[in-house]
């Protein structure tokens, strides 16, 4: 017989702060204290709602580098471009998801889309980070665009519905491929309803509310934006109750067993592998991006 998994905890921002001069995000995860407790998540950045006033230069952060994880864009309102060093680059709208995989290393910009910029509007995404295993950190990097259309959505009755961007809900596989079992969930729930999600036993799990409010396991409340309950890994039942229309983002993994050692865009095994990282980066070995083309 299945059982809930335990609320370890309810968290709101560790942090609120601009990357670079185009996202200002709230940080759901490491500055409040969660770490290893979501693993192989490392962090997570809720980027607005905020509106954007119309300019001809798109905003964002310009170029800058990554090694030894992968960072997962999902766009709920606007668009953002992205291009890097290994020669992909891509533009989401929402709806859409960009699974970038680092891994040894890319220099990227993440930018406002230019129309979206030229005319301004609401500006809203998330950024998550997924660790590598050791054994995959210094693989090829590699760039998933995960279009809408492909993203499959599974009914959940009367409640709303889940999107499947990666992992498995209700038999229904999503498209990113990942390092290791990950599952990643984009739940619309209307006013009013319940309903329960079935997570894996052994997953570090948390449910992201991004917008309304919702109840976890009949007792533990989230209200307004921007809070995490972090669950159990035991467990499969997640059983919800919202009031409002409500906006979540469901997260599990198998935690990577192997340490951790992060120095700002890098996230290593070893301090000596972060010395590396750095070398690298500044000896230009993770490469450059092209001169920009105007449009
Ligand atoms: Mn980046």
């Known amino acids: 017989m299945s059982t809930p998994k335990k609320v370890l905890g309810i968290f709101k921002p560790g942090s609120t702060h601009w990357v670079g001069d185009g996202f200002h995000v709230r940080n759901?995860?490491?500055?409040?204290?969660?770490?290893?407790?979501?693993?192989p998540?490392?962090?997570?950045?809720?980027?607005?709602?905020?509106?954007?006033?119309?300019?001809p230069n798109p905003r964002g952060v310009g170029e800058h580098p990554h090694r030894g994880f992968e960072t997962v864009t999902i766009a709920y309102q606007g668009a953002v471009e992205h291009?890097?060093?290994?020669?992909?680059?891509?533009?989401?709208y929402p709806g859409d998801v960009q699974w970038m995989t680092a891994a040894s290393g890319v220099v990227h910009e993440e930018m406002?889309?230019?129309?979206?910029?030229?005319?301004?509007?609401?500006?809203?995404?998330?950024?998550?980070?997924?660790?590598?295993?050791?054994?995959?950190?210094?693989s090829r990097p590699r760039y998933q665009t995960l279009a809408s259309?492909?993203?499959?959505?599974?009914?959940?009755?009367?409640?709303?519905?889940?999107?499947?961007?990666?992992?498995?809900?209700?038999?229904?596989?999503?498209?990113?491929?990942?390092?290791t079992p990950v599952n990643v969930f984009d739940v619309r729930l209307k006013g009013g309803t319940q309903t329960e999600l079935t997570l894996p036993a052994g997953h570090n799990t948390a449910v992201v509310l991004l917008k309304g409010d919702v109840v976890v396991n009949s007792t533990e409340q989230l209200e307004g934006?921007?809070?995490?309950?972090?669950?159990?890994?035991?467990?499969?039942?997640?059983?919800?109750?919202?009031?409002e229309d409500t906006t979540?983002?469901?997260?599990?993994?198998?935690?990577?067993?192997?340490?951790?050692?992060?120095?700002?865009?890098?996230?290593?095994?070893?301090?000596?592998?972060?010395l590396e990282a750095v070398a690298d980066y500044q000896a230009g070995k993770m490469g450059h991006l092209e001169a920009k083309v105007s449009h």
């Open 83 to 92: 291009r890097d060093s290994a020669g992909h680059s891509g533009t989401i």
């Open 225 to 243: 934006e921007a809070q995490i309950a972090l669950l159990s890994s035991e467990g499969e039942r997640i059983p919800l109750d919202v009031k």
């Open 149 to 179: 259309q492909n993203i499959p959505v599974v009914q959940l009755g009367p409640a709303g519905y889940a999107r499947v961007i990666a992992g498995e809900f209700s038999g229904v596989k999503g498209p990113a491929q990942t390092f």
């Open 41 to 55: 998540f490392l962090m997570l950045d809720y980027a607005g709602p905020t509106r954007v006033s119309p300019s």
């Open 112 to 138: 406002h889309e230019h129309e979206f910029a030229r005319k301004g509007g609401t500006f809203e995404m998330v950024q998550l980070w997924v660790n590598l295993p050791k054994a995959h950190k210094m």
């Open 28 to 39: 759901l995860f490491p500055s409040n204290g969660i770490g290893d407790e979501i693993s």
């Open 248 to 274: 979540l983002l469901v997260l599990s993994g198998e935690p990577i067993h192997e340490p951790v050692v992060s120095y700002g865009p890098f996230v290593m095994n070893t301090r000596e592998e972060i």
